[in-house]
């Protein structure tokens, strides 16, 4: 491999799906933006007083594990949620803050019923497509191809013919996994 070729695909450079990548947060991009995990915190401490860690395992349930998110994510939005007034800190034993939602949270909540009912489905589409597509088994074949491949590759005697029998196994099992 020359010097700088592949160099997108480890850094999350231009055309990476990676983080820094133009398509942010992942190689399928963020589940939820910004705003619309405002919303969803927001209604899930609507529904009870829950606190951050319990709000991450909400989220998980509601995708079928499918995404959880980061506390480095959850508890800035908390701290938002709170200084905006939508959610307020209640008494609690232990250490864990519990939030409840104020009066202009229930508001809110009101007005952005709909965006909270789409993105509460749209989380449970992610887990319903999960639960049908679960990819397992393919990233451990991915993960054998690839350990073979580079077992194979890294050693002395790869030669033109190697390379090219190689190439056109891999294309033969491309042709077949399309055609599936």
Do not use: C
């Amino acid at each position: 491999m020359r010097f700088g070729m592949g160099y997108a695909s480890w850094t999350g450079g231009p055309g990476h799906g990676g983080r820094g990548g133009r398509h942010g947060g992942g190689p399928r991009g963020r589940v939820l933006g910004g705003d619309e995990l405002k919303l969803v915190l927001l209604a899930l401490i609507a529904e009870a007083p829950r606190h951050g860690y319990d709000l991450i395992r909400a989220v998980e349930a509601r995708t079928g594990g499918a995404y959880a998110p980061s506390p480095g994510v959850v508890y800035p939005t908390l701290t938002l949620l709170t200084d905006m007034g939508l959610i307020e800190e209640q008494a609690s034993e232990g250490t864990r803050k519990l939030f409840a939602v104020t009066e202009a949270g229930t508001t809110q909540l009101a007005q952005d019923a709909e965006q909270v009912g789409d993105l509460f489905a749209r989380l449970t589409a992610l887990g319903e497509h999960r639960a049908r597509t679960d990819a397992g088994p393919i990233h451990r074949a991915r993960a054998n191809l690839r350990a073979a491949l580079h077992h194979r590759l890294a050693g002395p005697e790869v030669d033109t013919d190697t390379l090219h029998a190689i190439a056109a196994i891999l294309d033969e099992a491309a042709q077949k996994v399309e055609r599936l």
